[in-house]
């Protein structure tokens, strides 16, 4: 049996159309979460099958979303060289430290690197312009979207919302690389 969804719930969609009226703003940002130049959660208000929904959107640059896949690429490599490597899953102590060797931290980590410089190399981590639907979201439809955008600002947001609800929301196709730069040759 499926409990019903509160972000489809008219009084929910009232409660936040009330706020958005007050703010001036057709959004709100999710309390408690950063807000950064590269990205930014927030609610909405759109349609889904020709209903009101809140949505609880992230929306990040296409750099970050690059940079998260290069990463979970080279996190996937180390667990695979280095089985009892736990990535970003770790044993924590009474104190709340990280358990950890040292030693196998930094042949680890220098893997890594190496990994990630490979990935470049190779193109595998490039990324294209997305939206990604989650229906079964908690509240509301979950939406996650990267755009080839230099940051997230008021301004895009808006631009993606009235877009997106307009059915007017192109993404670019082409995969993209936001290689890193070596920190060597910025000097």
């Known amino acids: 049996m499926q409990t019903t969804n509160p972000g489809f719930d008219p009084k929910e969609i009232e409660k936040l159309q009330a706020a958005l009226s007050k703010s001036g703003k057709p959004f709100q ?3 408690d979460e950063e807000v950064s130049e ?12 020709g209903k009101p929904v809140i949505y609880d959107c992230l ?3 296409l750099q970050l979303a690059y940079e998260s896949n290069l ?17 970003f899953d770790f044993e924590i102590d009474d104190k709340g430290n990280a358990i950890a060797n040292a030693e ?28 990604e639907l989650d229906t079964n979201f908690e ?11 230099p940051e997230i600002t008021e301004a895009t947001i808006i631009q993606f919302i009235e877009d997106f609800n307009a059915g007017t ?4 196709p082409v995969r993209y690389s936001f ?9």
């Open 59 to 61: 929306l990040g640059t």
């Open 29 to 31: 940002f999710i309390e």
């Open 38 to 49: 590269d990205m930014a959660e927030f609610h909405f208000i759109g349609k889904h099958e």
């Open 169 to 172: 929301l192109k993404l670019d």
């Open 179 to 187: 290689e890193s730069e070596d920190e060597d040759e910025e000097d």
């Open 104 to 131: 196998e931290l930094d042949e680890v980590e220098e893997y890594k690197a190496y990994a990630m410089y490979e990935i470049e190399e190779a193109g595998e981590a490039n990324v294209a312009e997305y939206v």
């Open 139 to 149: 509240f509301g439809i979950g939406l996650e979207a990267y755009l080839n955008l």
């Open 71 to 87: 990463l979970e690429m080279a996190e996937a490599k180390a667990r695979q060289k280095f089985p009892d490597y736990k990535g």
